[in-house]
Nanobody, 128 residues
Framework: EVQLQASGGGLVQAGGSLRLSCATS????????IAWFRQAPGKEREGVSC????????YYPDSVKGRFTISSDNAKNTVYLQMNNLKPEDTAVYYC?????????????????????WGQGTLVTVSS
């Protein structure tokens, strides 16, 4: 069974930093792509980063480029999301998900469709 466990969320002031973790099991880690999504109340779920652990290729949308960094520890089957210079509009529940590695470096990796397994999410709250 594919398992994804997101953790590391919390309350932080604007301009601060947080590091999220996604511990995974139940699949071959370097055969897939792992992405981070977020969803705020009343908003659609949006992708914020993706990584292909096999070669480390990454993708970021413009909304977080330069502030967020995704990385993987392949020995631990874990993906991280380093979030710097956080803004109140970053407030959301953050989810990790596993999907097809072929689209990892393209905008298609930021679409929820195609990700079959999701973690439970971790709440990030950024105060002004």
């Amino acid at each position: 069974e594919v398992q994804l466990q997101a953790s590391g969320g919390g309350l932080v002031q604007a301009g601060g930093s947080l590091r999220l973790s996604c511990a995974t099991s139940g699949f071959t880690f370097d055969d897939y792509a792992i992405a981070w999504f977020r969803q705020a109340p009343g908003k659609e779920r949006e992708g914020v980063s993706c990584i292909r652990p096999s070669d480390g290729i990454t993708y970021y949308p413009d909304s977080v480029k330069g502030r967020f960094t995704i990385s993987s520890d392949n020995a631990k089957n874990t993906v991280y999301l380093q979030m710097n210079n956080l803004k109140p509009e970053d407030t959301a529940v953050y989810y990790c998900a596993v999907g097809d590695r072929v689209v990892a470096a393209t905008p298609l990796s930021m679409r929820p469709r195609g990700y079959d397994a999701w973690g439970q999410g971790t709440l990030v709250t950024v105060s002004s």
